[in-house]
């Protein structure tokens, strides 16, 4: 085999790998509509910020994508509001964080300013 098919080939399963572990990006309004569908599964979603509560590194955001509302919790620090931000993590459901109830919440994993 040609140096350069091996490349083409290695580039190309790289590709194939790194996306399939990428979660899917989904609307705030359908997690809200149905979320026991999406309970314990890891999910993206993207908005801006319009609440954010954070001390010591730890915290919450409300993230609004113009389908709905939710909130994401996160050990890493919170955006500050009004900031774009894509999120990744797993929806709970009735989740309590600082003695406050969050219902439908997305425990961050990773995330990306836009």
């Not at 609440?51 to 993230?63: C, I, M």
């Not at 620090?77 to 929806?91: E, F, T, Y």
Request: charged letters at 20%; hydrophobic letters at 35%; aromatic letters at 8%.
């Amino acid at each position: 085999m040609k140096p350069r098919r091996i490349s083409l080939i290695v580039i190309l399963l790289a590709s194939v790998l790194s996306l399939t572990a990428c979660p899917s990006r989904t609307t705030i309004n359908k997690i809200n509509g149905d979320p026991g569908r999406y309970h314990n599964k890891e999910v993206g979603i993207a908005g801006t910020v319009t609440e954010s509560y954070g001390a010591l590194g730890q915290g919450a955001y409300e993230l609004d994508d113009g389908t709905g509302r939710m909130w994401v919790i996160t050990d890493r620090g919170v955006p500050s509001k009004g900031a774009r931000v894509g999120a990744k993590g797993r929806v709970y459901n009735g989740f309590t964080f600082g003695g406050r109830n969050f219902g439908t919440v997305l425990r961050e994993s990773g995330r990306r300013a836009q």
